[in-house]
């Protein structure tokens, strides 16, 4: 069982970069999708969460309306869109597989992949 953050990189304010989330040896369409970050220094925080069907979307007051999150369950892939980027957004990205659409704590979630970075800056 494998999740695979990617897609981070280094982006100038107010660009996009669009992370995907991959999976091996399971379905990805049996769990919730969350995206969280962790800056350094800080907690991990819960970005973005993505219901099994796709149809429900959670997002953290700092991302909405920059953010979104969408899933191909027949490509067994996850991603989110990150539009107008801003420097607080620098951390290192994860996706995390969990039962619960719309959980909020990292402790909820079952798998965790290894994260991807992404630097806001010019």
């Known amino acids: 069982v494998q999740l695979q953050a990617s897609g981070g990189g280094l982006v100038q304010p107010g660009g996009s970069l669009r992370l995907s989330c991959a999976a091996s040896g399971f379905n990805l369409d049996d769990y919730a999708i969350g995206w969280f970050r962790q800056a350094p220094g800080k907690e991990r925080e819960r970005v973005s969460c993505i219901s099994r069907s796709g149809g429900t979307t959670y997002y953290a007051d700092s991302v909405k309306g920059r953010f979104t999150a969408s899933r191909d369950n027949a490509k067994n892939l996850v991603y989110l869109q990150m539009n107008s980027l801003k420097p607080e957004d620098t951390a290192v990205y994860y996706c995390?597989?969990?039962?619960?659409?719309?959980?909020?704590?990292?402790?909820?979630?079952?798998?965790w992949g290894q994260g991807t970075l992404v630097t806001v800056s010019s």
């Open positions: 995390a597989a969990g039962g619960v659409a719309g959980a909020l704590r990292p402790y909820e979630y079952d798998y």
